[in-house]
């Protein structure tokens, strides 16, 4: 069982900038691919970035592409998101799981996930 923490998020205004993180308690993420959704309300959780497990590449949805950077480390997962705009509110969620050819950004492919960090951003 892998559990995921999140943390970094909060209010920020329009155009501001957050770094959100994610660990595993207890265990480093390196054999797992990463991702990171989010939750408005009303709304389906939805993709916004993912990072295998060799991360030689990076996938981002196309609302946040050039704005937000996933990154990581044996211990962490990190989502840099700058320019941030009112849209981007939600709930974000941190997800792992085995390293897989399936899709990055199919939620459903992903077993462990954090209980997730609020970003609220202000107009």
């Known amino acids: 069982q892998v559990q995921l923490v999140e943390s970094g998020g909060g209010l920020v205004q329009s155009g501001g900038s957050l770094r959100l993180s994610c660990a595993a308690s207890?265990?480093?993420?390196?054999?797992?691919?990463m991702g990171w959704f989010r939750q408005a309300p009303g709304k389906d959780r939805e993709f916004v970035a993912a990072?295998?497990?060799?991360?030689?590449w990076t996938f981002y949805a196309d609302s946040v592409k050039g704005r937000f950077t996933i990154s990581r480390d044996n211990a962490k997962l990190y989502l840099q998101m700058n320019s941030l705009k009112p849209e981007d509110t939600a709930l974000y969620y941190c997800?792992?799981?085995?390293?897989?050819?399936?899709?990055?950004?199919?939620?459903?492919?992903?077993?462990?996930w954090g209980q997730g960090t609020q970003v609220t951003v202000s107009s």
């Open positions: 207890g265990r480093t993420l390196s054999s797992y691919d």
């Open positions: 997800a792992a799981r085995p390293q897989s050819t399936l899709a990055l950004n199919a939620s459903p492919t992903y077993a462990y």
């Open positions: 990072i295998p497990r060799t991360p030689s």
